[in-house]
């Protein structure tokens, strides 16, 4: 069966305004375009039935029916392809499926999280870092290990910023944050309890929270100022966060850029100043 989608975004390049007209139409109401009639996908696309028939045959087909049903079978087999795609990982999957699976969950993630971006609190959220004294990063697992990357990130560009990855050594940097500062608590579920500690002690010193999870309801949400929302393809019982750790590594990619581009000439030249040099290997 041929490929429509393929086929008509290949030719789009030398097609005439009608005909590009006509595949924006198609590109963007795939589903529609297989099930209307010759007259309706005319009305819809300002053509006529005679310049779809000639559309048909320089995209290689005989006929607007023959069109029609390979768009139909495309869309069918995307879809079970898809589905497959995000099911879980199962133990009979093969190599190329797991590659699939864990791919595009990965970007089913990010582009969920964009859609959950609420950008006024996102620039409160810029605001507050680039206004503060300091940053002090908080997570457990593989949260923490985006807390490191954030603090990492704002090493380089000479923010003041503070992590600890023992839990009670988290208690004690709560304990201790002084008056300027802004704390950062990443946990996708947002019922980890030792974060629950960390933000009741900081609420009580009466210091802002930013926090990174996902959009929902939770004891974390609460405590915070904001909350940056990400999106994740895995459920909250997981054998291993992957896709949400992808999102928050991009959450804080996001607010890093962003506080960049405050005093940007600054921090591009602290960021050249700070630049590690890789030794090159001497030649034999």
Not at 54 to 74: A, D, I, N, P, V
Not at 168 to 180: D, S, V
């Amino acid at each position: 069966m041929k490929n429509v989608l393929i086929r008509i975004q290949e030719y789009k390049g030398t097609a005439s305004e009608t005909e590009k007209g006509i595949i924006a139409w198609i590109t963007e109401h795939p589903q529609e375009a297989s099930e209307c009639s010759i007259q309706g996908l005319a009305q819809e696309t300002f053509s006529s039935p005679a310049t779809l028939i000639r559309f048909c045959h320089k995209m290689g087909f005989k006929g607007f029916k023959e069109f029609q049903k390979s768009l139909l079978y495309e869309l069918a087999i995307r879809k079970e392809t898809d589905r497959k795609r995000f099911e879980d990982i199962k133990e009979e999957d093969s190599l190329e499926e797991i590659v699939d699976k864990v791919t595009y969950k990965t970007i089913s993630s990010l582009e969920n999280t964009r859609k959950l971006i609420d950008m006024q609190v996102l620039e409160k959220c810029v605001n507050l870092l680039i206004e503060s004294n300091a940053v002090y990063l908080y997570g457990l697992g593989s949260s923490l290990l985006v807390a490191r990357d954030a603090y990492l990130k704002w090493l380089r560009i000479n923010k003041e910023c503070f992590i600890c990855d023992d839990v009670h050594a988290q208690y004690l940097q709560a304990m201790n944050m002084k008056k300027g500062s802004v704390a950062m608590i990443i946990s996708y579920s947002g019922m980890t309890q030792e974060m629950i500690t960390c933000a009741e002690i900081i609420r009580d010193k009466g210091l802002p929270i930013i926090l990174i999870s996902r959009l929902d309801d939770s004891p974390l949400t609460r405590l915070a100022d904001y909350n940056l929302c990400v999106a994740s393809t895995e459920v909250l019982i997981r054998h291993g966060a992957m896709s949400s750790r992808i999102s928050q590594l991009n959450m804080i990619d996001i607010l890093y850029t962003a506080y960049i581009r405050h005093n940007f000439e600054e921090n591009m030249q602290q960021l050249k100043r700070t630049h590690i040099r890789k030794q090159e290997s001497p030649e034999s």
